[in-house]
C-alpha cells in the first residue's frame, strides 16, 4: 500500500429540511481527507493527481486528460437506476464536481436497479438519498444535489449536463440550451431491455486522440529519393501504421532534413513500407532513423438533440441488428408521445397499450424524413418495447450507464472519439425462447410493491423466483467482482429462500483499488476484498444471502470447492484477472457440467464469454497468442527501446535482491540443495554457486556503509566498465562480415556512463541499490541522501581494463549453439571455500518480493534509476515514474466505465442461463472499445465435434464408469480394460490419471503382470505417490484407445466414480 487510508470528515452545507418534489433547495457533501498530507489537492486549476488512487485510470486516460476532467463541473438529472450508475462511474473518474438533480421521490420500481435507494426511503427524494452514499465514492469530488426546476441560469455553471428519464421536451430544450452555450449535452435512458444514448459536444470539439492507442514508432533501413519519397522499415516486425496517419523522424542519418519536419501525412504501401512527401531535394539517405506516429487533433461538428432528431446517425451496437436503430429511434419517440398523452408508459404485457404505440409510431414513420423513414416497421420488435417499458433492469442501467459516463470523460477531455450522435441497444434474447415468451401475460408482469417491480415488469413473477433460488460462485471481488455484486443483489439473485452466492478473492483492499471497485472505501484499506464486498452488498439488499471467503482457486483448495460443492451450484461467474486461474475454472466448469460467465476488461476494451455445457466451446478451447518476448541478446546489450531497459532492470532486482538471497537460505536450511544444484543443465551451478559466494563472503556487508560502497561498486559493473567491455569486443566503427557498420538497425552503440555523486539519478541509484541490498541482511538502511553522499567520497573505485577473450553474444541463436563448458576445478573450488552450514548457524537472509505499489520502499526507485542509466548508456529517451511503472509493473490499465459496461453485458446472459435457454444463437459473446467507440457481438462458437465408431461427443461428454461394484469391490486394471473392449468396442493403449501413468502397452511385462489385478485406486495411490482425499468422489482418467481396425480413435476422458 502507497498510503495509509485516507481519514474522513463530512461537511453537510444547505438546507437540510425535507424536500419534497417540488421543493428548490440544494444539498451538497463533500468528503474530505483530514488531514492533508495523505491526500493531494482537491479537484480544480490547482490540483495535483493523485497517483496513487487514479494510477489504473491515468494509464487509460493519460495526465493531461485527467487534468482537463478535474476542471469540469458536470450535472446528472435524474437519479433512478441509470443516473446513479452514470454519477457513480463520473465521480469515481474524478471530475471537478457532480451535481445530482432528482425532482422525484423513490418508489417500488426504483429499488430494482437504484443501489443507493433503500426500501426505508420510499417516498424521500432520489437525488437527496443518494448524495451522501455517491459523495463516500471519491474524496476528492464534491458532489451535491439539487431539487429545484432546471432553468437556463442554473444550466450556465456546468461544462457537461447529462439528462436521463427526461421527457423530450426538456430535452429538446435543454438540448438547444446547451449547443448555444457550448454546454456539452447528453441525454441516456432504458426502457427495460432497451437503452438509448445521444451525444451532443458542439459545433468544435477537438478531439486530441481518437483511439487512445501507444503511438507507434519503427526503426527505418531505408528512404528514397523520389516524388514521393518511400520510406521502409526493418523487417523485424511490421509497422502497423494506416492510411492517413502522420508521423514524424528522428536519429534519420545522411537525409538528415526529415529529422526537423513537421508531423507528415503518410499513405502505406506494405506491411514494412509507406509513402512521405517528396523526397527527391533532401540528402542521400545514409542508414538508421526512428519514425514515430503522431497523434493528431481532430475537429468534429455535432448536430443539436433538435436537429439530430430529424437527421439521425447511428452508432452500430450489434451488426447482426443492423435494422434496429432506425426502428428504435421511432419507437422512443413514441413512448414519448405516449407518455405525454396518457401520463404514463405503457402497462407490461398489455396488448392495447401495445397497439396505441404501434400507431403513434406508424404515424411518426409517415411524417420522418428521409435519412430514417422507414418502408416498413417491425412491429414485433416495437411491441416488445411496449411491453418492457416500465421496466427498469439493473443490468441494461450498467451497460448504458457505463458507455454514457464514459461519453462525460470524452466531453471533458477530447480524449476518444465520441459516439456520433445515437447509439440504440436492445437485449431482446433475454425474454423466454419461443412460444415460452406467451406465457408473459399482463397480471404476471403487474407491479406487486416490491424491490423487483422493475423487473417483474419484464421477466414476470416467476423467473423473480427462480434468481432468489440460485446458488452461484463468485471467483474474484475486484472491480468485475463489485459491479457483479451489484447486479446481483439488484436482481435478486440468491435472495430467496435456498439459494447463496460464495464470494471468493485472497486480496486486500489496496488504495489504488478505490479508483474503480466501488464496494470499497478509504476506511476499508487493508482489508479483505471478499468480506468487505460481501457487507457492502447486504446493505443494497438485505435478502441476498452471500458468503465471502479467501481462497485461491486451483488444486489445494479442492477440499473447500468439492464435488458436493460444485454440484450443488447452478453457475460460475469469474472475476479474474489472470489465464492460469480463468482456465483452472474453465476446466471445474467443463468437468461439473455448469454454466459460466467469462468477462475481463484492458482499458477502455472488454469482453464477454458464456460458456454452456453441451452446447458452446469452453473458454480453454481458445487462447490468446503468447506475448511476444524480448530476445535475451537483445536484453543484455542491445537494447533499443525503453521496454529492454526496463526489463532489465525487473531481472536486475530479481537477480539481485531476491534471487541471491532465496538461495542462500535453502543452502542453508535443506541438506539437498548442493546436489540439486549440481544437477543444473549448463552453466547453471557455476553461476548458482559464484552467486552463493559473492552472497556469503565476498560481498557479504558487514555495515551500511557497506552496502552503500556495494551499491557504488556494482554502478560502476554495469554502467562504466560492462559497457566498455562491451565497445572493446565491438567498437563503434566495427563492420559486420557483409561490410555494413555493426552499430546499426536495431544495434545502438553504447556509452560509458562516468560517476558523479551530484548527478541526482547516480546518487538515487545508490540510495535504492544500497537500502534494499542493506535489506537482504537485515541491515538497517538509511534515506538520507547527504550522509549517502559523504560515505561516497570516500570510495575507491578499482580501475578497469577491458580484457581480451570474452564472448559476447550477439544473437540467441548464437547463445544457444554456444556449448556451456564447465569448470570443474573452479566448482570444486567453489564448494571449499564456502562456509559451512554450522559456521551460518543463526543467520538468514531477507528475500524481496517485487511491490510495485508502495513508494517508500525502494523498489521503484531502483528500476527507474537502473533503467534510466541504461538507456542513458544507450541514447534511449527515458521514461518517468508513471510509465516505468505501468511497464515494469506489468499493470492492467482500468477505469470504472469499462467494468460496469461489461458487467451490464454479463447479467443480461444471466438472465438467459437461469431461464435456461436452449438455443445457442440466443446467447451473445460480446467485444467493445469505448475509445473508438465499437461494439460487436456474435453468437458463441459450438462445441466442436468429434467422432468414434458412429458416436459423436464434445468436450462436454465423458465416459461414466462406477469403480465400486454393489458388493463393495473396486474394478481392477484388468476388468477397466476389459470394460472398455467389451462394452465400447476400444482397446486402451495408454491410461493416465493427471501426469502418472497408469497404464501402457509397452509396459514391461512384470510390472503390467503386478498392476493388472490390483483395483483402480491401488494403483493411482502408488504411482502417483499420493493419497486420494476423502472429499473426492471421483477420479478422472485420460484414454488413449485403438478401434477394432487397429486406428488410433480420440475418445473422451473417464469420470471414473469411487464414492
Known sequence: MSSSPLSKKRRVSGSETKTGSNCSSALSVRTESAAPANGMARNGTESEI??????????????????????????????????????????????????????GVAQWVDLSSQFYLREEDLGKNRAEVSLPRLAELNTYVPVSAYMGQLTKDYLHQFQVVVLTASSLEEQLWIGEFCHCKGIKFICADTKGLFGQLFCDFGDDMVVTDANGEQPLSA????????????????????????????????????????????????????????????????????????????KMPKKINFKSLKASVEEPTFVMTDFAKFDHPAQLHIGFQALHQFQRKYSRLPKPRSKNDADELLAIASALNAKASSSYKQEELKEDLLRTLAYCAVGDLAPMNAFIGGVAAQEVMKACTGKFMPIIQWLYFDAVECLPEGDAVLDLT?????????????????????LQEKLGRQKYFLVGAGAIGCELLKNFAMMGLACGEGGDITVTDMDTIEKSNLNRQFLFRPWDVTKMKSETAAAAVKLMNPSIHIIGHQNRVGPDTEKVYDDEFFEALDGVTNALDNVDARMYMDRRCVYYRKP???????????????????????????????????????????????????????????????????????????????????????????????????????????????????????????????????????????????????????????????????????????????????????????????????ILESVKVPEFIPKSGVKIHVSDQELQNASASIDDRRLEELKSLLPTVEMLSGFKMYP?????????????????????????????????????????????????????????????ELYKIVQQHKKIDSYKNGFMNLALP???????????????????????????????????????????LDYFKTKHKLEITMLSQGVSMLYSFFMPAAKLKERLDQPMTEIVTKVSKKKIGKHVKALVFELCCNDDSDDDVEVPYVRYTIR
Not at 534510466?868 to 521514461?879: G, H, Q, T, V
Not at 518517468?880 to 499493470?891: E, V, Y
Open 442 to 462: 399482463e397480471t404476471k408482469c403487474s407491479p406487486r410493491n416490491c424491490r423487483y417491480d422493475g423487473q417483474i415488469a419484464v421477466f414476470g413473477l416467476d
Open 596 to 790: 459460466l460467465l467469462e468477462s475481463g476488461t484492458l482499458g477502455t476494451k472488454g469482453n464477454v464469454q458464456v460458456v454452456i455445457p453441451f452446447l458452446t466451446e469452453s473458454y480453454s478451447s481458445s487462447q490468446d497468442p503468447p506475448e511476444k518476448s524480448i530476445p535475451i541478446c537483445t536484453l543484455k546489450n542491445f537494447p533499443n527501446a525503453i521496454e529492454h531497459t526496463l526489463q532489465w532492470a525487473r531481472d536486475e532486482f530479481e537477480g539481485l535482491f531476491k534471487q541471491p538471497a532465496e538461495n542462500v537460505n535453502q543452502y542453508i536450511t535443506d541438506p539437498k540443495f548442493m546436489e540439486r544444484t549440481l544437477k543444473l543443465p549448463g552453466s547453471q551451478p557455476l553461476e548458482v554457486l559464484e552467486a552463493l559466494y559473492r552472497s556469503l563472503v565476498t560481498e557479504r556487508p558487514k555495515s551500511w556503509e557497506g552496502c552503500v560502497f556495494w551499491a557504488r561498486s556494482h554502478w560502476q559493473t554495469q554502467y562504466s566498465n560492462n559497457i566498455r567491455q562491451l565497445l572493446h569486443n565491438f567498437p563503434p566503427d566495427q563492420l559486420t562480415s557483409s561490410g555494413a557498420p555493426f552499430w546499426s538497425g536495431p544495434k545502438r552503440c553504447p556509452h560509458a556512463l562516468s560517476f558523479d555523486v551530484r548527478n541526482s539519478l547516480h546518487l538515487e541509484y545508490v540510495a535504492a541499490a544500497a537500502n534494499l541490498f542493506a535489506e537482504t541482511y537485515g541491515i538497517s538502511g538509511s534515506r538520507d541522501t547527504a550522509a549517502i553522499a559523504r
Open 848 to 908: 524481496i518480493d517485487f511491490e510495485k505499489d508502495d513508494d517508500t520502499n525502494f523498489h521503484m526507485d531502483f528500476i527507474v534509476a537502473a533503467s534510466n542509466l541504461r538507456a542513458e548508456n544507450y541514447d534511449i529517451p527515458s521514461a518517468d515514474r508513471h510509465k516505468s511503472k505501468l511497464i515494469a509493473g506489468k499493470i492492467i490499465p482500468a477505469i470504472a466505465t469499462t467494468t460496469a459496461a461489461v458487467v451490464g453485458l454479463v447479467c443480461l
Open 50 to 103: 493523485d497517483e496513487g488512487l487514479y494510477s489504473r485510470q491515468l494509464y487509460v486516460l493519460g495526465h493531461e486528460a485527467m487534468k482537463r476532467m478535474q476542471s469540469s463541473d458536470v450535472l446528472i438529472s435524474g437519479m433512478r437506476g441509470l443516473g446513479v450508475e452514470i454519477a457513480k462511474n463520473v465521480i469515481l473518474g474524478g471530475v471537478k464536481s457532480v451535481t445530482i438533480h432528482d425532482q
Open 219 to 294: 526503426m527505418i533501413s531505408m528512404i528514397t529519393k523520389d516524388n514521393p519519397g518511400v520510406v521502409t522499415c526493418l523487417d523485424e516486425a511490421r509497422h502497423g501504421f494506416e492510411n492517413g496517419d502522420y508521423v514524424t523522424f528522428t536519429e534519420v542519418q545522411g537525409m538528415e532534413e526529415l529529422n526537423h519536419c513537421e508531423p507528415m501525412e503518410i499513405k502505406v504501401l506494405g506491411p514494412y513500407t509507406f509513402s512521405i512527401c517528396e523526397t527527391s531535394a533532401f540528402s542521400d539517405y545514409v542508414r538508421s532513423g526512428i519514425v514515430s506516429q503522431v
Open 934 to 976: 465499437f461494439f460487436a457481438f456474435s453468437e458463441p462458437i459450438a462445441a466442436p465435434k468429434h467422432k468414434y465408431y458412429d458416436e459423436e461427443w464434445t468436450l462436454w461428454d465423458r465416459f461414466e464408469v462406477k469403480g465400486i461394484s454393489p458388493s463393495g469391490d473396486e474394478m481392477t486394471l484388468r476388468q477397466f
